[in-house]
Structures are given as C-alpha cells and as structure tokens.
C-alpha cells in the first residue's frame, strides 16, 4: 500500500486570484509589494502555533506602521482564509479518482489554526485519512521532523510514501527522508508522475 500525500496551498488551493491577493493589503492600507513581503517574513510562527492570529497581525502591521485593532484583526483573519480557500478543481477530481481507486490520501501542510480547521470543514477533507498541519504538529516544511512524523502518523516506510509540494524545497526535504516526491505545476503532470511511480493507481 503506498500513501499519496498532497499539500494545501498551491496544490489543492490555487494561488489567489490577483483581486483576492489585494483584499489584504488594501484592508492593511499599504501597497502589495509593501505587505507580501512582510506577510511572508512573519508567517512561520504562525504556521507554527507560535503565535495567535492577534499577535501576527499585530505583528506585521506593527512592521508597516498600520495602526490595528481587535476589529481589524479580525477581518483580516476571515480575508487570509479568503484568499487561500480558491480550490483547484482538478486538484480534487485527481485526489476522487485517486481514492476511489483505493489509493490511501494523506494531508501535509504548512498552516495555522484558523485556515486547518476551515480545510478540514471542506467537503474533500474526508477523501484524506490523516490531516496533518505545521500549527497541530508545531512543525513546519521542509524541517525533516515533519516527515519523520508523517511517517509514525502513517505508520508506513519511506518507500510507501509519495508526497506532492509545489515547493521545491519541500520535495526535495522530502526525498532526502527517503520519501518519493513529486513537483505540482498542475494536476495533470502529477497523474502523469504517479502513473510512472505507481502504475497499479
């Protein structure tokens, strides 16, 4: 039996759309390419539990000189969900087809609370028999105790395991753990890809 593991953002979510991607920074009152990089920079203690919504958002418009307050951090809570919650539709038909095949799914994501317990609400959450992400795990890709977790969570081998990332950095994380990865640019490359790995699926 070998899992197929797919990322969130990038994979099944789509990069946000160019009028969603400015929902944040116009809320914020700065320009984009002030605010993504920032956004960015302070992310990972988010992803990781580190910090609440309120201290990350307090953070980066601290670094912006935007004045915030409860109200605001809240809006900007729900538009941060917004933004990553675009589903790519081929994305999900592959993952259907996948475990209707009896392929075993998993989920590996760098996310914080609010936006994991939105993706495990969605209707393709049940196709996944383990959900996995960095704010529940308090560890984020590419650090290889992430995928050493994966593996006890799966209680499967290295060899057994396929793990899809649009990140490069991921994949390779992934494959120097023993883990076969693949690169998402679409979701037909990756049946392609699977197809070559795992021909019964």
Known sequence: MTWIVFDYAGVISLSPPQDAGALLPQTVGVAPERFW????????????????????????????GAPVDADLVEVLVTLDVRTWGHVNRETVGLMEELAAAGSPLALLSNLPVDLARTVDARPWAGLFRHRLFSADLRLVKPDPDIYRTLLERLEAGPDDVVFVDDREENVRAAEAAGIRGVLFRDAGGVRTELSDLLPAA
């Open 37 to 64: 990089p920032v956004y960015w920079a302070r992310r990972e203690p988010y992803d990781l539990a580190e910090v609440t919504a309120a201290e990350f958002w307090d953070d980066v418009c601290g670094r912006l």
